[in-house]
């Protein structure tokens, strides 16, 4: 099934993305399958890297059109003597021009760039001042460190209020792999929010206990996960949509249709639609 499809993404939605395991890929793909009909904004309220030119057709950073506050009139020139309040408005005219322009494409909005290579997001004042000028918003909400696994800490992730879907992303190829900080972002809250019980106790430099550890992630773990108050689903908005990404061989589709068995027969009151598959295979199927 298509991705836009399977998703159900419409004119007006404001998407936002959760989780661990593809977050970014999922992002640019909806948006590169959107960008011909429609005017797309890509963004975060966290931080990304800087993707390939490829991936969008005009990148813009807010920081570029704003100027201090200006206090005084000895304030209102610049270096070069020219009037910093005349500098000021036609920047913001400039910014409304871009917005307004209705040109359909992918446009990558951003606060500004850190050290060359990882985008600043956006604050939910700065988005409700551009989304209006948008057909369709997507969004990177949470940070993950690259690491296939996380845990939430109390101000994550971030969710613009206004959010019409949130798709929280897991990776299937985790089932298996060691509980530890290399695979895990945030160990600790990740535990808490499993439920671990195991006897195999972690102590810090001081000997006292940190967490309990247990061999590696199973299904169970991963639907204590997206079913817990302070797991995946977390402050969502909007309709709730689990993705199962890197479904790429039989286990994983096994592991995938498990999974989902095991969230239904707990009652999914948290969950609106299933759907597993692969970006980068491009394949996505709905679970009715």
């Excluded at 909806?30 to 969008?56: E, M, Q």
């Excluded at 992630?217 to 108050?229: F, G």
Aim: glycine residues 6%.
């Amino acid at each position: 099934m298509n991705l836009i499809h399977a998703f159900e993404i419409k004119n007006k939605d404001i998407i936002t993305i959760v989780g661990a395991g593809g977050k970014t890929s999922l992002m640019f793909s909806a948006s590169s399958l959107l960008r011909r009909d429609f005017k797309v904004l890509v963004t975060t309220t966290t931080h990304i890297y800087v993707p390939d030119d490829k991936l969008y057709d005009e990148m813009i950073m807010l920081s570029d059109f704003e100027n201090n506050k200006i206090s005084n009139k000895d304030e209102n020139l610049n270096e070069n003597n020219e009037d910093k309040s005349f500098n000021e408005k036609y920047n913001k005219e400039k910014l409304d021009y871009i917005f307004r322009d209705n040109k359909r494409g992918i446009y990558l909005v951003g606060n500004n760039i850190i050290n060359n290579c990882k985008i600043k997001g956006l604050t939910f004042e700065q988005l409700d001042k551009v989304i209006p000028y948008f057909d369709i918003v997507i969004i990177e909400g949470d940070g993950s460190k690259e690491k296939c696994l996380k845990g939430w800490n109390d101000s994550e992730p971030v969710i613009y209020p206004k959010t019409t879907k949130t798709i929280g992303v897991v990776d299937i190829t985790s089932v298996g792999l060691d509980i530890n900080e290399d695979n895990i972002h945030r160990l600790d809250r990740f535990l808490e929010i499993i439920k671990n019980d195991s006897h195999n106790k972690v102590y810090d430099s001081a000997e006292n206990f940190k967490y309990s550890l247990c061999d590696k992630v199973n299904i169970n773990h991963l639907k204590n996960m997206i079913l817990n108050k302070n797991g995946l689903f977390k402050v969502s908005r909007g309709e709730r949509i689990l993705f199962i990404n890197k479904v790429e061989n039989i286990n994983n589709k096994k592991n995938s249709l498990k999974l989902i068995e095991s969230i239904k027969d707990k009652g999914s009151f948290n969950v609106d639609s299933f759907i597993y598959g692969s970006v980068r295979e491009k394949e996505f199927i709905k679970v009715e």
